[in-house]
Nanobody, 124 residues
Framework: QVHLIESGGGLVQAGGSLRLSCATS????????MGWFRQVPGKEREFVGS????????YYADSVKGRFTISRDNATNTLYLQMNRLEPEDTAIYYC?????????????????WGQGTQVTVSS
């Protein structure tokens, strides 16, 4: 079992920045691709970004490309999502997810473990 705990969400004005973190105690963190997804009430959970176990490959949703950056620190078992130039449309609950494989994916079903989520609210 892999436990994931997100933090760093909050309220920010449009154009501002936030940095989300996802902590895990699993010893297999470096062997797992990780991802960020987000969800608003009444909509499907959507892909935001994912990163390979080594950190050398990253994927992004078109809606966040150039504004968000996913990164990881395998020494501290922590995943990050740096979010810049935030827009009201970015308002959602953001979830951290882990795969049982090292290569990243854009597909929700490819991820086996999920955190509880952290709320991000962007005001206009």
């Amino acid at each position: 079992q892999v436990h994931l705990i997100e933090s760093g969400g909050g309220l920010v004005q449009a154009g501002g920045s936030l940095r989300l973190s996802c902590a895990t105690s699993t010893r297999t963190f470096g062997n797992r691709a990780m991802g960020w997804f987000r969800q608003v009430p009444g909509k499907e959970r959507e892909f935001v970004g994912s990163i390979s176990g080594s950190g050398t490959t990253e994927y992004y949703a078109d809606s966040v490309k150039g504004r968000f950056t996913i990164s990881r620190d395998n020494a501290t078992n922590t995943l990050y999502l740096q979010m810049n130039r935030l827009e009201p449309e970015d308002t959602a609950i953001y979830y951290c997810a882990a795969r049982s494989f090292t290569y990243p994916s854009k597909t929700r079903a490819a991820f086996d473990y999920w955190g509880q989520g952290t709320q991000v609210t962007v005001s206009s």
